[in-house]
């Protein structure tokens, strides 16, 4: 009889970019020692759409529809971030009651970002049970969202100087139900998933970024607050109204992929204490600064001039960027979600540049993954959440 020969050299293996855990067209070639990954290379630009090319030769009006699609979870966010930079270019004011149902979509958009983390977080390590539950409450905040702008993922609800609509009648009392009712919800997740031993088996000390070396690297958001630093750009910026609520930073010192559920659930039950004291002190008044409505209409082209002939006949009213740059950004439930901006006195931006806290925070993959056990990359890669459109863009 034959004995197989024991193979020694390193196995060379492809993950995804077909995988189901890979959370996306991500790929990785990993170089394996039995189970143990010594080196792994991530392969990025299978979702590369040119995002950053389409906003320069688009208004900022016209690209709105696009930007939902970087980060097709958290919708709300990428629309914020882009009426945000003309916004701060052009010191336009957005109206107090437009600033507070920002914040009120923002926050729901954030649970409902951290609930599609959640479940395929807990699907990708063994467990199947929350992936049901969280579509359940998933379902009923893209119901709010429908009610309120029409759209259940891709919104095109911002607009430069406020929103596009107001909140139709009785939305708020929904609010205020689906609220109430999350958060009886979240304590059954904690029962759940917290003391698991099979859970906490799986994600106790995996992982572990150290807090020098978060800022190092350049991570933020949940990445950065699990590493024992309190830094959320909510408090930082002030940006839309948040410095008129109560509410606390949730971080952990650890540093492991627990300490990053922890962060997360933690950040789901404080959006909800936003939300419900939004809600409870929404002021009355305009919904949009109308006063920029009056954009500057440009000149009458030229008959057959370049205009004529390929933008449009007679162009519509648009919003002119100053001539400055600018840095813009927001506290997305990945990260910090910037944009560098920069005007040319012209209706298109000369320069449009995504920051997204995805591909930044994916940078340490590999460094965290190599040693550990080949399990350990589902656990590692899921506690990270990244989302491939906003990561190739």
């Known amino acids: 009889m034959n004995v197989p020969a024991t193979r020694k050299d390193l196995m060379i293996v492809n993950m995804g970019p077909h995988h189901p855990s890979m959370h996306g067209v991500l790929r990785l070639i990993l170089t394996l020692d039995g189970e143990d990954v010594i080196d792994c290379e991530p392969i990025l630009g299978y979702l590369h759409r040119g995002m950053e090319k389409i906003a320069e030769n688009r208004t900022i009006i016209q690209y709105l529809p696009y930007v939902t699609r970087w980060d097709y979870l958290a919708t709300m ?23 507070y149902i920002r914040v009120v979509l923002l926050e729901l958009s954030r649970i409902a970002s951290h609930l599609l983390w959640l479940g ?7 467990a199947q049970t929350p992936f049901f539950y969280i579509f359940r409450e998933r379902e ?33 009392d929904k609010c205020l139900d689906f609220c109430d009712y999350f958060l009886t919800r979240v304590v059954e997740y904690q029962q759940l998933i917290t003391q698991n031993p099979i859970f906490l ?3 106790e000390g995996i992982g572990i970024v150290g807090g020098e070396e978060v800022i190092n690297w350049g991570l933020s958001g949940p990445m950065l607050r699990a590493s024992g630093i309190q830094w959320d750009l909510r408090k930082v910026d002030n940006y839309e109204c948040y410095g008129e609520f109560d509410w606390e930073v949730q971080w952990q010192k650890e540093g492991d992929s627990l300490a990053r559920y922890l962060v997360r659930i933690g950040e789901m039950m404080e959006s909800v204490k936003i939300i419900q004291q939004a809600l409870e002190g929404i002021p009355g008044g305009p919904y949009e600064n109308l006063e920029i409505r009056c954009f500057d209409r ?6 057959n001039d370049f205009e004529y002939r390929f933008i449009s006949k007679k ?17 997305a ?30 940078q340490i993959l590999p460094q965290l993954v190599k040693r550990m056990k080949l399990a350990d990359i589902m656990t590692i ?5 990244i989302i491939m459109g906003e990561v190739d863009r």
């Open 77 to 99: 966010f990428t629309e914020a971030i882009t009426v945000n930079g003309p916004e701060q270019l052009g010191n336009i004011q957005v109206p107090k009651r437009a600033g």
């Open 120 to 126: 395929p977080f807990m699907a990708d390590i063994g």
């Open 140 to 172: 009923l905040i893209y119901d709010l969202f429908e009610a309120a702008t029409g759209m259940r993922m891709m919104h095109n609800f911002f607009r430069i100087g406020g929103v596009a609509a107001d909140l139709p009648h009785g939305w708020i």
């Open 201 to 203: 088996e799986r994600v």
């Open 298 to 303: 440009e000149k009458e082209p030229e008959w």
């Open 315 to 331: 162009p519509s009213p648009t919003f002119e960027l100053p001539k400055q740059e600018l840095y813009v950004r927001v506290e």
């Open 333 to 362: 439930p990945k990260g910090e979600l910037g944009i560098f901006l920069i005007g040319d006195q012209n209706s298109f931006p000369w320069r449009w540049k995504i920051r997204p806290p995805g591909f930044i925070n994916l």
């Open 381 to 385: 890669l899921g506690s990270i959440d």
